[in-house]
């Protein structure tokens, strides 16, 4: 998944998919959540964003509060250590706002390179 839609949607619809539980899934919004209950950051069904987990692994420390876990290289899926880096709110859309376009729906694209 390399498309960027906006950060600011943050329904995660694949939740929502009575077929989704356990284990990893790539919701429709392009992150890998993985089945964590106890997890401090888990969302409401029990999940968490495999970045958080990736990066908390890797920096041996809790992910930042109110901070989202941002891909450098925007593919969402591409959950290395490296790849991760915590943005705040405002400043991850920025982020995605330096990077993306939106087109004429309001869509956010990729910039082509
Ligand atoms: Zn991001």
Not at 40 to 61: C, H, S, T
Not at 69 to 76: A, Q
Request: proline share 9%; aromatic share 8%; hydrophobic share 30%.
């Amino acid at each position: 998944m390399t498309n960027c839609v906006s950060p600011m949607s943050r329904d995660h619809r694949g939740a929502n998919n009575p077929k989704w539980r356990g284990g990893a899934h790539t919701a429709e919004d392009g992150y890998v959540y993985l089945w964590s209950p106890d997890h401090p950051l888990a969302n409401k069904r029990g999940y968490v964003m495999r970045a958080i987990v990736v990066w908390e692994q890797a920096n041996d420390k809790p992910f930042p509060e109110g901070m989202m876990p941002h891909h450098k290289n925007l593919i969402r899926d591409d959950d290395r250590p490296d790849n991760i880096e915590p943005k705040s709110r405002s400043g991850h859309a920025k982020e995605h706002v330096k990077t993306c376009l939106r087109d004429m729906s309001g869509q956010f694209k990729r910039r082509p390179a």
